[in-house]
C-alpha cells in the first residue's frame, strides 16, 4: 500500500515569518524527509508553484466553461 502525504503551507502565513522562523520550519521538514529517505518509505517529492501563478478550474453542472 502506498500513501501520498501533501504539505500545504498558506503564503501569507509564510510570508509572514521571520528568516529564522522559516528556517526552522523548513529544517524540520528536510528533517522529516531524510527520515523517510532512510526507512525506504519515500518515493519523491515536489514543490509546487506560489497561488499567484495559478489557475483554477471550476466544473459546474458537469462541465467546465
Known amino acids: 500500500m502506498k500513501y ?3 504539505v500545504y503551507y498558506e503564503e501569507k502565513t509564510i510570508d ?8 526552522a520550519l523548513n529544517g524540520e521538514c528536510v528533517a ?5 529517505q ?3 518509505h519515500f518515493l519523491g517529492g515536489n514543490a509546487l508553484q506560489s497561488v499567484h501563478t495559478a489557475t483554477t478550474v471550476r466544473v459546474r ?3 467546465h466553461p
Open 4 to 6: 501520498l502525504c501533501l
Open 61 to 63: 453542472y458537469g462541465r
Open 38 to 40: 532512510q526507512s525506504g
Open 16 to 23: 509572514a515569518m521571520t528568516k529564522d522562523e522559516w528556517e
Open 32 to 36: 522529516s524527509v531524510a527520515r523517510l
